[in-house]
């Protein structure tokens, strides 16, 4: 026996003097990778020279004058950023539709999903190593500090659906691109007087009604003007009828309406905002006997359009909506 004890205290020695390595070793790399992370950490955060100020609602932010590593917590401002002629690598997807809509289609090839709007994922975003964080208010609300400490975070205030296009050249200013902003809405202006020279003495008959059919089954009457379709289709000078001219407060940007109101709906046109979802609400809705006396149903001028881009949005949803009008409104030999 006695010859043996040397044997396993030389083992037992072995053992621990590998065990003490390993947490050195342990130990050494987590300082490394903390080291590593603070090292990335700041080299996020520009410099002043590289960098304005802009004060905010949450406080201040140092944004980059030249920004390459964009994400955004919001699909309207997905739609935004990409007319100015920048490609986020992350965004969020719209709590509405549950993945993006077809209009950006083309346009956000190997963007990063970071998950619902309503929640975002801290944990991709840091993964993502970006140069600026670009949301509304609320997006920011509870974890500003967070965000902030990853990259300069912008809160862009809260969304106006009617003023979209000041919200494009605001953002334009702050990322230096201004010209590409007031190029997008020039290009849009041309389609708008394209759209008017193409409907000519129409345009002022045609009367419009826009409304979005959730999948709960109720229904709301957007209103022009002050929504966002809405919006579009005052900038074309298309009337809406005049029920709701007298009935609706124009100041809302929609309002529910019951089945017994179905007369507020009237007009040569109607373009039904179906949410994903309601496609089984919508067709129940269709059967009420209140809706066939309506004029745009008894005319077969019912059109169903993408709540993707007639809910919410900017430049690109605004053209987007305008190609809907010119497909449904304009003879194909126009």
């Known amino acids: 026996m006695p010859p043996r004890l040397p044997s396993l205290m030389s083992k037992l020695h072995g053992y621990l003097s590998r065990f003490i390595l390993g947490v050195f070793a342990a130990i050494f790399i987590a300082a490394c990778g903390i080291n590593t992370q603070q090292q990335s950490s700041t080299s996020r955060q520009p410099s002043p020279s590289e960098c304005q100020n802009i004060q905010h609602q949450l406080g201040e932010a140092c944004i980059p004058t030249n920004p390459?590593?964009?994400?955004?917590?919001?699909?309207?401002i997905l739609d935004t950023v990409l007319a100015l002629g920048l490609k986020p690598i992350a965004a969020a997807e719209p709590a509405l539709v549950g993945s993006r809509s077809?209009?950006?289609a083309g346009k956000i090839d190997e963007l990063?999903?970071?998950?619902?709007?309503?929640q975002p994922s801290l944990e991709k975003i840091?993964?993502?190593?970006?140069?600026?964080?670009?949301g509304f208010n609320w997006s920011f609300e509870h974890n500003y500090e967070q965000f902030s400490q990853i990259a300069p975070t912008l809160p862009l205030g809260s969304y106006s659906h009617d003023g979209w296009n000041t919200s494009l050249q605001r953002l334009g200013e702050i990322l230096n691109r201004s010209q590409q902003a007031q190029q997008q809405l020039d290009n849009y202006q041309a389609r708008v007087e394209k759209l008017k020279t193409a409907?000519?003495?129409r345009l002022n008959d045609i009367e419009v009604s826009v409304a979005r059919f959730?999948?709960?089954g109720v229904i709301s009457l957007y209103l022009h003007g002050s929504s966002f379709p809405g919006s579009v289709l005052e900038d074309v000078g298309l009337p809406?009828?005049?029920v709701q001219q007298e009935d609706i407060n124009s100041d809302a940007v929609s309002q529910r309406i019951s089945l017994e109101r179905l007369d507020l709906l009237d007009g040569d046109i109607i373009f039904a905002v179906v949410d994903p979802g309601a496609?089984?609400?919508f067709t129940k809705f269709q059967q009420e006997p209140l809706l066939q006396k309506l004029k745009a149903v008894q005319s077969d001028r019912v059109y169903i359009v993408d709540s993707g881009y007639w809910y919410t949005g900017n430049v690109l949803a605004a053209n987007a909506i305008l190609d809907d009008l010119f497909k449904y409104l304009v003879p194909e030999e126009e």
């Open 199 to 201: 409907l000519g003495e």
């Open 112 to 118: 990063v999903s970071l998950g619902n709007e309503n």
């Open 279 to 281: 496609n089984e609400a």
């Open 240 to 242: 809406r009828p005049k």
């Open 126 to 134: 840091l993964q993502l190593n970006p140069d600026l964080i670009l």
């Open 102 to 104: 077809r209009h950006l």
């Open 68 to 76: 390459r590593r964009i994400i955004v917590t919001s699909e309207i």
């Open 214 to 216: 959730s999948a709960s």
